[in-house]
């Protein structure tokens, strides 16, 4: 250490200090690269990974849609309270940004998705704001080509679009498509659509019977409470759609709760519970549906993946005042 | 639609829905793949980029460490004390994890790294758990030998080690080193390294040395409140070590407060600014330092960039009680 202490001396400091004390700062005028490199093109990948147990779940986001917030967004709120949680979030008053982040579990067995995003067709549509999600699988290492089974929460859009490719393929060639029993046989009853012409979710039929249409209608209805798969074991959730399912994820002693849409965006509906979203297609038993699942996990400090949390999606849910807190579970640098 | 609609009939449904309860729920038994892809090999790249004006951010975590909680971690609270607020931020009592999230600002004219991590040589003796600073930033398409200068916040390991390679050549080829006016006075002072002979912070100057020792000394000093490079305007904000910084990063009507060290976790010193770290050499100055910036950062609700908050470490301060809060900022998928 000697000579370096040599070196940096005190006539070294006081030379440099002048040389701060004349510039009146430092201009920095002409390092020896010159120019800056460009800015970057655009986001990281929104790529995670965590372990449960012996379970590896990759979060891949699919990205996020923002839009002027509708009337109708919360059934039961009014836009000065809905503007104060958005506020209270860091969140702009007037807008909506929702997030979608559809997951991967490597059950050591079987390579899992569960969902899938809103396809690659909105992402051409959304220049790239959504439909992101196996372009970000592939940046986590992550080929769609050896996924072995997807796994449907529920019938909307932005899980079921991402099944197909652009041009209405398979989006996961070699992916046996799992869907809940009971959403199956709701969309799938003309009877139901018939009474939903020409209303709010008629279009979800449309789209729905599209997309499996697409593929065939080569599906398999799972049940609730039981193992689809080794580790996971699929639970009605209804109140959001008929049929809507989260799931146990668990390996050994450790567990997570992956609650697809039991709530859309936290700072709104973990916040406020009792709060009803338009997409809630039975507002009463997706709140009860919710109180449930979040008195629940509240309990057991479980932590709870949720599809429309921002990525990488996964944290807390705790009781606080008459709702619930979000508190976003640390990123760790290794897995 | 018509067509598929007869396809997918309710007979279909039926059929389908048999197999369901014919099978128990579903034995995944042979999908194409056969085997799922085998677990991937580690965390994906923990880089995250956001815009301040014209300015463009991009985080690069450089991991993180993990060890037992020494008693003295936090000199003025009980390991009771210490050991609830782990459990209230759903960390282990008895453990600590310090995370690093040195960043890369493009103004347009510079990039500019902003502190350097925990260094090549630390990548090998922690077998990648911190040291990934510059793999991260290759991932997020930054090449290091492209940064124009790398401003140091202060002179502790975790900020400075990552100037040099793990042969002890500059990391930063082509960057300017520019370090705070006060620091480099503090640390390269002989008689102050004198009076540290044998006591806590030894090590920090035989480690300061060594640096900036290995880069010949050539590093040129910055002064407070005066813009160093466009955009980045350095602020003192002493305690943690007498010259510490922290920057006003500014563009437009967007200003980030990136806070260095004001505080090590937040699970223990935003919610308990009083608590005073091991790491802060004048922790009363520190306290005073830290709810003054985030006082300020409350008030005006400045979003804040910290060194060890969790990745991408960005986030707002808000009061809460006695102390304060971190609310992460909610990952935008898009720049």
Redo the contacts between chains.
Sequence with gaps: ?D???T????R??LA??A???AG???S?GG???G???????????????YKIGSL?V?VA????RTFPMPDNFVANAKKDEIDAALRA???EPGKM?I?FNPVVV??????VAIDTGNGAAAFEQSK??VG?FQTNLK?????P?????VLISHFHGDHINGLLTADGKKAFP???I?VP?AE??FW???GN?SKAAGGPIEGNF?NA??V??AL??K?????HD????AGITPIATPGHTPGHTSFILASGNAKVLLQSDVTNHPALFVRNPGWHAMFDMDGDQAEKTRRRMFDMASAE?LQVQGFHF???AAG?VEKDGTGYRL?????????
Tied chains: 1, 2.
Aim: overall charge neutral.
């Design positions: 250490m000579e370096r202490m070196e940096m001396s005190r070294t400091v440099a200090a040389i701060g004390a009146g700062g430092v920095l390092g020896p690269a120019a800056a490199a460009p800015p970057a093109s655009g986001q990281a990948p929104g790529v995670y990974r590896e990759t986001t699919d990205g996020a979030a860091y969140m940004t997030v490597n059950t050591g067995g079987k390579l790239g704001a992101q940046a986590g290492g992550i080929d080509a050896t996924v072995d089974a070699n992916a046996e799992l029993q199956w046989a799938s009853d003309d659509m449309k019977r599209r499996f249409g065939g209608n599906v398999t209805p799972y049940a039981k193992e689809v798969v400090k921002p990525f990488p807390y508190v976003p579970v640390a990123w760790s640098p290794t897995l």
